[in-house]
């Protein structure tokens, strides 16, 4: 089966300028999952889709990042303006909507520099 | 709420010796527990989980971990390590309902050869 897939796969901005992520999940997983990844550390959830809806965004610096999912399959990540502490990798991941506790498909990412 | 500690951040073993990645848990009622690998430039690979089944749990590549209530852990071993088995590798918890992760901070594996 494919994976998720994420572009670009690389990204270099100067600060204040604006950038959007790319996902698309793997055909039919409901759920779907951003992630901040900054060097050093584990990934961080940023946002959470149920299909089109959002589940929890309570980590997503909403004054300057937002993220759509308008019909429950791909999923942007928008930031504007960009922060050089916004320098990260920016994962996207998914699952199926089960009773059980699924695993998580992640994409390659896309790696993100702010100058 | 569910957190997860992995005690080292870098760990450095000879090819051919046995590995151990350190992850303790915090949560208020049975985890399921998961390790994922990360290559570099490469997607994050679930290695196992853990789901209130067997303790010992036997994944991917050799890895297998075992589940210790009485210590809070979910340690990661592999009894001979490949060059290939350099990577991060995260351990993960999830809430009661599967359906948020919590990501430790990562150990990084090197591989002597």
């Known amino acids: 089966e494919a994976g998720v897939a994420q572009s670009p796969r690389y990204k270099i901005i100067e600060k204040r300028q604006s950038v959007a992520f790319w996902c698309n999940p793997i055909?039919?997983?409901?759920?779907l999952y951003w992630y901040q990844q900054i060097l050093g550390q584990g990934p961080k959830l940023l946002i959470q889709?149920?299909?089109?809806?959002?589940?929890?965004d309570s980590q997503l610096p909403k004054d300057r990042f937002s993220a759509e999912r308008l019909k429950g399959v791909d999923s942007t990540l928008k930031i504007q303006p960009a922060k050089l502490e916004d320098s990260a990798v920016y994962l996207c991941?998914?699952?199926?909507?089960?009773?059980?506790?699924?695993?998580?498909?992640f994409g390659s990412g896309t790696q993100l520099s702010v100058l | 709420a569910q957190s997860v500690t992995q005690l080292d951040s870098h760990v450095s073993v000879s090819e051919g010796t046995p590995v151990l990645l350190r992850c303790n848990y915090s949560?208020?009622?049975?985890?399921?527990l998961f390790w994922y690998v990360q290559h570099p430039n490469k997607g994050l690979q679930l290695l196992l989980k853990?789901?209130?089944?067997?303790?010992l749990v036997k994944g991917i590549n050799g890895f297998e971990a075992e589940f210790k209530k009485s210590e809070t852990s979910f340690h990661l071993t592999k009894p001979s390590a490949h060059m290939s088995d350099a990577a991060e590798y995260f351990c993960?918890?999830?809430?009661?309902?599967?359906?948020?992760?919590?990501f430790g901070t990562g150990t990084s594996l090197t591989v002597i050869p």
């Open positions: 949560s208020s009622y049975s985890p399921s």
């Open positions: 889709f149920q299909n089109n809806g959002v589940v929890d």
């Open positions: 991941a998914s699952r199926t909507l089960g009773t059980g506790v699924e695993k998580l498909f």
């Open positions: 055909s039919g997983h409901a759920t």
């Open positions: 853990y789901t209130s089944a067997a303790t």
């Open positions: 993960v918890v999830s809430d009661l309902r599967g359906n948020q992760f919590y």
